[in-house]
């Protein structure tokens, strides 16, 4: 199953094996919304209906959906200045991830800065 980020509204999915042996997805941003299946893309196609049901729930009592935080702060600037040749690497994986080069930097700095919580 391709992952297609826009299908989370751009929050970070993580997933694990639990002590029954049953795979959990959640959202690192909101871990209330999770979800479980007996593989991981069974798990995921589960988290993507519980978020739709809670997109579903928020609008009805008239509540705003979150947003992701790194969709927050896409207008945030944030420059560094790199090498040439590490910016075309980090465009290329971005394009290939289906992500922009800034939302694609912002994971991998999430993903050194975060520590495992599991």
């Known amino acids: 199953m391709k992952n297609n ?6 929050f970070t999915i993580k997933i694990f094996l639990d002590e029954d042996s049953d795979y959990l997805a959640h ?9 479980f299946g007996p593989t991981p ?14 997109k579903e729930c928020y ?10 935080p790194a969709r927050e702060l896409n207008d ?18 971005a394009s290939k991830a289906g992500m922009s080069l800034y939302a694609f930097v912002a994971q ?6 975060r520590t495992d919580t599991r």
């Open 41 to 54: 893309a069974e798990a995921l196609i589960e988290l993507k209906t519980a978020w739709e049901l809670m």
């Open 59 to 68: 609008q009805e009592d008239n509540i705003p959906v979150p947003k992701a």
């Open 108 to 113: 991998k700095l999430a993903g050194i800065t």
């Open 76 to 93: 945030a600037p944030f420059n560094v200045p790199v090498d040439p040749l590490l910016y075309y690497r980090l465009t290329d994986e």
């Open 5 to 10: 980020h826009d299908d989370f509204d751009g």
């Open 27 to 35: 959202f690192i941003e909101l871990p209330n919304v999770s979800a």
